[in-house]
């Protein structure tokens, strides 16, 4: 969407008094940038955007100031940031059970820019990571039961 589909949608046929007046801004202001090929100021955008109760990030997005590919990045981390313990491992299962084949993923705790070479070069079957588990003395309940690191001495016990 771009910026003059989403301003037309965001004010609704309102004026551009009423829009400044909405998002606290002059009208001088607001009729000069309006004026001006929509040149909103990226703190502007932000104001109308929250005075019509519509997405600041969207508002960004379509006034050229984020691109559409910092959007997810940012909405993502604020998502899982905010998420707590319960809401994240109900999203976990409610994948696994649309597709159970996920489970055999491995999971990648390291550098996201590592994760292709990690992959490339993990070369641990399934049965060598259910006897790892096996020498830790834990039940088969899966890796992602696990927190932290493990380490094991010589005889293949958990050294932690």
């Known amino acids: 969407m ?11 046929g309102e004026t551009i008094n009423e829009l400044a007046n909405k998002a606290g801004i002059s009208s001088a202001t607001a009729w000069r940038q309006f004026n001006n090929d929509l040149n909103f100021t990226a703190e502007n955008v932000i104001l109308i955007a929250r005075a019509y109760h519509k997405d600041p990030v969207e508002a960004l997005v379509a006034f050229d ?23 994240l491992l109900t999203e976990i299962a409610a994948r696994l059970d649309r597709d159970p084949s996920l489970a055999d993923q491995p999971v990648w705790r390291g550098d996201p820019k590592d994760l292709d070479r990690y992959i490339a070069e993990r070369d641990a079957t399934d049965d060598e990571i259910a006897d790892t588990i096996s020498k830790l003395g834990k039940p088969d309940v899966g890796l992602a039961a696990y927190h932290g690191d493990h380490k094991l001495d010589d005889e293949g016990n958990d050294a932690a």
């Open 2 to 12: 771009d910026k003059y589909q989403w301003l037309k949608e965001a004010m609704n």
């Open 65 to 87: 100031y984020l691109r559409e590919d910092e959007r997810g990045a940012a909405s993502l981390r604020a998502a899982l940031k905010n998420a707590t313990n319960d809401d």
